[in-house]
């Protein structure tokens, strides 16, 4: 086993082990974290929903459970929310921690070795970037970014800072992932072609409109300024309005809807899943075809995105259908694996194409199982802030299950998908220089080209399976094939 797919291993399957053995996941003489003279002192940015919801309330029970760990302090623009977390933090921990509305001042003035995330999107990057700059750990919860240009710039400055930093698709700290794409670079699927990954949703208000408006919502407890972002440049100044407030996914200037809230999640799991990074060639559809509620972003959306090595990616989902989504299916030429709809999985079916392509009758359809923990105990959030901890312990900025180099590849999958379908525009993006422009059909032309070469296929990352899978087979008639000169026959002709 190499020394990368030993440590995938280990990160993925770790926790999991601990806990099926029902041995202690926190020793009480947990290691210390790097660079830190006790504790991992924690600060929270922007913990609404989903910031409370499973940063603090993971962290808070992990630390029960003798993680060396201490919450310590909260910044947010909401004072209903801050005194809230804040007094959560106290009952559960038996400490005070520090209230701030501006995230800066928590930075300057507490002595912080990691940030949570969880502010609205369009916010992700600065403060990532503004944290790692401050010498400090982060999580940031998913989209990693807004842009595609700020994913890039976030790579940068944490590949620059030594720092450890996971994004919150929690779902990629599933052992599965790593165990499919051993088998597909061993050529299980023979050449890899495409993989078709869901998000369908339904409701009779639309989506994300169940967040709840409540009259405490105001500008008198609201910094609204400070939660647009208007001096920073991050949106421009309006009126405040609860519903831009709490259900902010539905509009453009902090969110992308479908895009960035669900599409992410499925699709990190598959370039996961494959070795797949940054797409070369993306393309969105959709459009808002029932929820006219004063929503930006679609309810019916689709992205393609296709990939330097050869493979497809097709995202697909509606928010206002949910009993028939597609199944989550990686296709090869020799086969396929499906894994059904959602993120966790105790198997996955292999179905073999047909012999006659095959010319390996071996090839059975089966239930691979899947090593799974025991998720009634414990939540994939659980598990991902488990990772991200033991990261910071161990001082491995690789050891994350979803480090921002993965972050940034979905995020140029689906953000690009998102462009498309607004600006009605093809997108081909250079993975090395960052580069984005408009499709004038180089693509499809490499293709025809290495098909008049011949091939050879080109393969998904760690690929070790030589030509298996990834051969034509002449027909003997094919030897008639050739153009005539002259008015003769090709020389088999």
Known sequence: MTEV????????????????????????????AAGSNGRLRIGFIGPGGRGFGAHVKTLAQQKNEGANIELVAVAEVYSEQLDKVADYIEKENGNKPAKYVDYKEMLEKEDLDAVCIGTPDHWHAKQIIDSLKAGLHVYCEKPMTKTVEESLQVVDAWRSSGKVMQVGVQSTSLPVWNQVRKLLQDGK?????????EYFRNSDMGQWRYYKLTKQMSPK????????????GLAEDQPFDRAVYAQWRRFWPF???????????????????TGLRFPSRVVGAGGIYLEYDGRGVPDVATVVADYKEGVQ????????????????????HFGSFVFGNGEQFDSFKF?????????????????????????????????????????????????????????????????????????????RFDGESGEIADGKGEWSAKWEKLSQEGGPAVHIPGWTAGDRGSTLIDPEYMKLAGPWIDGKPPQNG
Not at 363 to 390: A, D, G, M, Q, R
Not at 391 to 408: M, Q, R, V, Y
């Open 351 to 427: 179905i073999p194409e047909r012999p006659q392509v095959t010319h390996d009758s071996t090839l059975k359809e089966e239930e691979i199982e899947v090593e799974t923990p025991p998720l009634n105990k414990v939540s994939t959030t659980y598990l991902h802030f488990k990772n991200w901890i033991e990261a910071i312990e161990n001082n491995d900025p690789e050891f994350c299950n979803n480090p921002p180099d993965l972050g940034a590849a979905a995020i140029a999958t689906v953000i690009l998908g998102a462009r498309s379908y607004r600006e009605d525009r093809v997108f």
């Open 189 to 197: 699927l023979g050449k890899v072609l495409q993989f078709q990954t």
């Open 221 to 232: 407890t609201i910094d609204w300024k400070r939660w647009l972002g208007v001096e920073e």
């Open 5 to 32: 797919n030993r440590r995938d291993f280990i990160k993925t399957t770790g926790t999991a082990a601990a806990v099926a053995a029902g041995t202690q996941l926190y020793p009480t003489t947990n290691a210390r």
């Open 255 to 273: 969110g992308s809807g479908m895009f960035t809230d669900l599409f992410v999640h499925r699709t990190t799991s598959m370039l996961k899943a």
């Open 313 to 332: 990616g097709l995202i697909n989902a509606t928010m206002c259908n949910q009993n028939t989504a597609i199944q989550q299916v990686i296709r090869g």
